[in-house]
């Protein structure tokens, strides 16, 4: 059973406006959220993370809320940039630390100019 | 500073043949892990070792042995690769620190036929 749920495959969006990618997750477990974004042929990079006592955290363009009630998160990034093209990954630590991270199966987004 | 390093990039192999994956963080971080990743699916953890001289089990561990050699290095083993494992294996590290993040290697693709 999927603990982590991207239920977008693929995203498209033009240049400029905002992306909104969305991730929801059933273990209430889950204390400390993470996107992760990776281009084709490399390994995936940290984008911007979120500790569940907070409901939002930005970070330049990029900015995650997490509803706990609700056990959703989304990431937003304003605006839109070509370099923004690649598959994004939310994921979920349940507090282990060291114990690995639960990560949804990707988000492809694509930029159109 | 090259981060996290894996060896190979690609290989193939027979059903039965063995390999040793290896990888290598320079960050001086005490965790380390090895996820593997197949099409339209995200990241699922195989093995990870929270310090040196200890190792755990995943979310897929069967098929796979670790070895953490030392502080700097996490080796995966295929004992009898088998078609099932052909995938993208990617090796990550990590500090205890409040944001979880993991730093990714670039991955070894793997196929067996």
Redesign the interface.
């Known amino acids: 059973d999927q603990q982590?749920k991207?239920n977008s495959?693929s995203l498209s969006v033009q240049e400029g406006r905002i992306s909104i990618l969305n991730c929801d997750y059933t273990n209430s477990m889950f204390d400390?959220f993470?996107w992760?974004k990776k281009y084709p042929?490399?390994?995936?990079?940290?984008l911007i993370?979120i500790?569940s006592i907070k409901d939002k955290n930005e970070d330049g363009r990029f900015t995650v809320f997490l509803n706990k009630s609700a056990k959703h998160l989304s990431l937003h990034i304003v605006p839109s940039q070509p370099g923004d093209s690649a598959v994004y990954?939310c994921?979920a630590?349940d507090g282990g630390?060291?114990?690995?991270?639960?990560?949804?199966?990707?988000t492809h987004l694509i930029i159109q100019p | 500073n090259a981060g996290?390093t894996q060896t190979p990039k690609f290989q193939v192999l027979k059903t039965g043949q063995s390999m040793t994956l290896q990888c290598a963080q320079d960050m001086n971080h005490?965790?380390m892990?090895w996820?593997r990743q197949d099409p339209?699916?995200?990241?699922?953890?195989i093995y990870?070792s929270?310090?040196e001289g200890t190792t755990?089990k995943?979310?897929v561990p069967n098929g796979y042995n670790v070895s953490r050699l030392n502080k700097r290095e996490f080796s995966l083993r295929l004992e009898s690769a088998a078609p099932s494992q052909t995938s993208v294996y990617?090796c990550?590290s990590?500090e205890?620190t409040?944001?979880?993040?993991?730093?990714?290697?670039?991955?070894t693709r793997l196929t067996v036929t």
Not at chain 1, 97 to 106: I, N, Q, V
Not at chain 2, 40 to 45: E, H, I
Request: overall charge negative; proline content about 5%; aromatic content about 22%.
């Open positions: 982590v991207q495959p400390y993470l992760y042929a490399e390994g995936p990079t940290f993370s500790s990954f994921a630590s630390g060291a114990d690995g991270l639960t990560f949804g199966k990707g | 996290v005490n965790s892990y996820y339209g699916m995200g990241l699922r953890l990870y929270a310090s755990d995943g979310e990617f990550a990590s205890f409040a944001s979880y993040e993991q730093y990714f290697g670039p991955g």
